[in-house]
Protein backbone atom coordinates (compact mmCIF):
# COMPACT_ATOMS: atom_id res chain seq x y z
CA UNK A 1 0.00 0.00 0.00
CA UNK A 2 2.72 2.22 0.88
CA UNK A 3 4.13 2.54 -2.97
CA UNK A 4 0.66 3.82 -3.67
CA UNK A 5 1.40 7.09 -0.97
CA UNK A 6 3.45 8.81 -3.55
CA UNK A 7 4.66 9.23 -7.21
CA UNK A 8 7.71 9.81 -8.64
CA UNK A 9 8.54 13.22 -9.01
CA UNK A 10 11.93 12.51 -11.07
CA UNK A 11 13.39 15.51 -12.60
CA UNK A 12 16.40 16.05 -15.18
CA UNK A 13 19.71 17.51 -13.10
CA UNK A 14 19.92 20.95 -13.34
CA UNK A 15 21.95 22.98 -16.26
CA UNK A 16 24.09 25.68 -14.90
CA UNK A 17 23.77 28.68 -17.31
CA UNK A 18 23.51 32.58 -17.16
CA UNK A 19 21.08 34.12 -14.64
CA UNK A 20 17.66 35.85 -15.33
CA UNK A 21 15.51 37.64 -13.29
CA UNK A 22 12.42 36.16 -11.86
CA UNK A 23 8.62 36.23 -12.77
CA UNK A 24 6.33 35.33 -10.00
CA UNK A 25 3.39 34.02 -10.25
CA UNK A 26 0.52 32.52 -8.24
CA UNK A 27 -0.48 28.57 -8.65
CA UNK A 28 -2.98 27.29 -7.65
CA UNK A 29 -3.91 22.73 -8.25
CA UNK A 30 -5.58 19.90 -6.22
CA UNK A 31 -9.31 19.99 -3.81
CA UNK A 32 -9.38 21.65 -1.86
CA UNK A 33 -6.88 23.99 -3.92
CA UNK A 34 -3.16 25.09 -2.64
CA UNK A 35 -1.99 28.43 -3.15
CA UNK A 36 1.71 28.75 -3.86
CA UNK A 37 4.07 31.41 -5.57
CA UNK A 38 6.16 30.37 -8.77
CA UNK A 39 8.86 31.88 -10.11
CA UNK A 40 7.92 31.01 -13.90
CA UNK A 41 4.48 29.62 -15.43
CA UNK A 42 4.32 25.63 -14.85
CA UNK A 43 3.45 23.02 -17.46
CA UNK A 44 0.81 20.26 -16.97
CA UNK A 45 2.40 16.99 -17.04
CA UNK A 46 0.74 14.21 -18.56
CA UNK A 47 1.07 11.28 -16.27
CA UNK A 48 -0.20 7.77 -17.50
CA UNK A 49 -0.28 5.86 -13.95
CA UNK A 50 0.36 1.96 -13.99
CA UNK A 51 -3.12 -0.16 -13.58
CA UNK A 52 -2.23 -0.85 -10.43
CA UNK A 53 -1.91 2.61 -9.32
CA UNK A 54 -4.89 3.46 -11.50
CA UNK A 55 -6.90 1.32 -9.09
CA UNK A 56 -5.79 3.64 -5.89
CA UNK A 57 -6.36 6.75 -7.26
CA UNK A 58 -9.57 8.52 -7.98
CA UNK A 59 -7.98 11.71 -9.02
CA UNK A 60 -3.81 12.34 -10.22
CA UNK A 61 -2.79 15.71 -11.49
CA UNK A 62 1.08 17.27 -11.66
CA UNK A 63 2.70 20.23 -13.07
CA UNK A 64 6.00 21.17 -14.22
CA UNK A 65 8.91 24.00 -14.24
CA UNK A 66 12.44 23.89 -15.73
CA UNK A 67 14.36 26.75 -15.75
CA UNK A 68 17.71 25.83 -17.21
CA UNK A 69 19.27 29.67 -16.93
CA UNK A 70 18.20 30.51 -13.41
CA UNK A 71 19.24 26.65 -12.29
CA UNK A 72 15.36 25.84 -11.01
CA UNK A 73 13.29 22.42 -11.38
CA UNK A 74 9.89 22.56 -9.57
CA UNK A 75 7.14 20.06 -10.02
CA UNK A 76 4.40 19.49 -7.57
CA UNK A 77 1.24 17.32 -7.79
CA UNK A 78 -2.16 16.12 -6.15
CA UNK A 79 -3.78 12.19 -5.34
CA UNK A 80 -6.89 11.79 -4.60
CA UNK A 81 -6.60 7.95 -3.43
CA UNK A 82 -9.34 5.63 -3.52
CA UNK A 83 -9.54 3.63 -0.52
CA UNK A 84 -6.31 4.41 1.19
CA UNK A 85 -4.95 7.28 3.96
CA UNK A 86 -2.12 9.53 2.27
CA UNK A 87 0.97 9.28 4.19
CA UNK A 88 3.25 12.48 3.91
CA UNK A 89 6.42 10.81 5.43
CA UNK A 90 5.90 7.67 3.01
CA UNK A 91 5.82 9.88 0.42
CA UNK A 92 8.91 11.89 1.19
CA UNK A 93 10.08 8.54 1.69
CA UNK A 94 9.17 7.08 -1.46
CA UNK A 95 10.58 9.96 -3.43
CA UNK A 96 14.06 9.62 -1.84
CA UNK A 97 13.84 5.84 -3.05
CA UNK A 98 13.05 6.26 -6.38
CA UNK A 99 15.69 8.60 -6.76
CA UNK A 100 18.08 6.62 -5.44
CA UNK A 101 16.73 4.08 -7.50
CA UNK A 102 17.99 5.79 -10.46
CA UNK A 103 21.27 6.36 -9.77
CA UNK A 104 20.77 10.00 -7.87
CA UNK A 105 22.74 10.23 -4.02
CA UNK A 106 20.51 11.66 -1.95
CA UNK A 107 21.35 13.46 1.39
CA UNK A 108 18.74 14.28 3.71
CA UNK A 109 19.43 17.23 5.69
CA UNK A 110 16.47 17.75 7.38
CA UNK A 111 12.63 16.18 7.65
CA UNK A 112 9.98 18.13 9.95
CA UNK A 113 6.70 17.47 10.89
CA UNK A 114 4.51 20.31 10.52
CA UNK A 115 1.38 21.83 9.42
CA UNK A 116 0.26 24.29 6.93
CA UNK A 117 -3.18 26.07 6.64
CA UNK A 118 -3.84 23.69 9.94
CA UNK A 119 -3.04 20.19 7.89
CA UNK A 120 -0.18 17.85 8.44
CA UNK A 121 2.71 18.18 6.52
CA UNK A 122 6.20 17.20 6.45
CA UNK A 123 8.61 19.31 4.94
CA UNK A 124 12.10 17.57 4.08
CA UNK A 125 15.68 19.59 3.09
CA UNK A 126 18.67 18.07 1.25
CA UNK A 127 21.71 17.62 -1.08
CA UNK A 128 21.28 15.46 -4.98
CA UNK A 129 24.05 14.32 -6.77
CA UNK A 130 22.71 13.54 -10.69
CA UNK A 131 25.06 12.48 -13.00
CA UNK A 132 28.03 14.18 -10.79
CA UNK A 133 26.22 17.56 -10.08
CA UNK A 134 25.03 18.72 -7.33
CA UNK A 135 21.66 20.49 -6.56
CA UNK A 136 20.00 21.38 -3.27
CA UNK A 137 16.32 20.21 -2.98
CA UNK A 138 13.01 20.42 -0.79
CA UNK A 139 10.46 18.43 -0.70
CA UNK A 140 7.26 19.56 0.70
CA UNK A 141 4.22 16.91 1.40
CA UNK A 142 0.66 18.21 3.04
CA UNK A 143 -1.91 15.39 3.52
CA UNK A 144 -5.67 15.40 4.71
CA UNK A 145 -7.16 12.20 4.81
CA UNK A 146 -7.08 10.71 1.12
CA UNK A 147 -5.88 13.68 -0.25
CA UNK A 148 -1.85 14.34 -0.77
CA UNK A 149 -0.36 17.61 -2.43
CA UNK A 150 3.48 17.37 -3.28
CA UNK A 151 5.58 20.44 -3.81
CA UNK A 152 9.31 19.48 -4.80
CA UNK A 153 12.18 22.74 -5.60
CA UNK A 154 14.92 21.62 -7.29
CA UNK A 155 17.81 24.36 -7.48
CA UNK A 156 21.47 24.45 -8.00
CA UNK A 157 23.33 23.77 -5.23
CA UNK A 158 25.23 26.17 -2.53
CA UNK A 159 23.52 29.23 -4.08
CA UNK A 160 22.22 31.50 -1.81
CA UNK A 161 19.84 33.26 -3.83
CA UNK A 162 18.44 29.90 -4.82
CA UNK A 163 18.21 29.15 -1.21
CA UNK A 164 16.14 32.27 -0.90
CA UNK A 165 13.63 31.34 -4.03
CA UNK A 166 13.05 28.03 -1.82
CA UNK A 167 12.01 29.25 0.78
CA UNK A 168 9.87 31.91 -0.58
CA UNK A 169 7.90 29.38 -2.20
CA UNK A 170 7.66 27.30 0.78
CA UNK A 171 6.65 30.35 2.72
CA UNK A 172 3.84 30.80 -0.01
CA UNK A 173 2.05 27.47 0.36
CA UNK A 174 -1.61 27.88 1.82
CA UNK A 175 -4.80 26.45 1.59
Not at 93 to 102: H, P
Not at 118 to 135: D, F, P, T, W, Y
Request: aromatic share 8%; proline share 3%; charged share 20%.
Amino acid sequence: MKSFLFFLCLVPGIMVGQSKSLTWQDFSFGSPVLHVKMPGILSKQQTKLPPKAQEQVKSYEAYYLKDDPNGIVITVMYALYASVVADAKGASDGTVGQWEATGTKVAILSTTDTKISGHKAVAQRGKLIIGGQESDYMDVVIVDGARLWQVIVMTRANDASLKSVMQKITDSISF
